[in-house]
Nanobody, 126 residues
Framework: QVQLVESGGALVQAGDSLRLSCAASGRTFSNNVMGWYRQPPGKERRFVATINKDGTTTDYAYVVKGRFTISRDNAKNTLYLQMDNLENEDTAVYYC???????????????????WGQGTQVTVSS
């Protein structure tokens, strides 16, 4: 079992930067491929970014590529999402997610992830 707690969400202006954190506990964090998802108001939860166990492989949704950076610190059991040049369309609840340790590859579909945090709100205003 893995427990995930997101933090860092805030109300910011378009063009600002923000860093989200996801603290993991329960089992060895370095055993889990991790991901970030987001759910805009009235819409489905969507893939944002994914990272493998040692942080050497990452991938992003097209709409955030070049603006967002996913990273992890396995010594601190923490996942990050650095968001730069934020846009109004980035407004959403952001969730971190973990795959079970059985899987080694990055993943893009919600059903690929077994554990989820409670989410943190990011609001971008003009």
């Amino acid at each position: 079992q893995v427990q995930l707690v997101e933090s860092g969400g805030a109300l910011v202006q378009a063009g600002d930067s923000l860093r989200l954190s996801c603290a993991a506990s329960g089992r060895t964090f370095s055993n889990n491929v991790m991901g970030w998802y987001r759910q805009p108001p009235g819409k489905e939860r969507r893939f944002v970014a994914t990272i493998n166990k040692d942080g050497t492989t990452t991938d992003y949704a097209y709409v955030v590529k070049g603006r967002f950076t996913i990273s992890r610190d396995n010594a601190k059991n923490t996942l990050y999402l650095q968001m730069d040049n934020l846009e109004n369309e980035d407004t959403a609840v952001y969730y971190c997610a973990a795959r079970t340790p059985f899987y080694d590859t990055v993943a893009y579909y919600r059903e690929d992830y077994a554990y989820w945090g409670q989410g943190t709100q990011v609001t971008v205003s003009s």
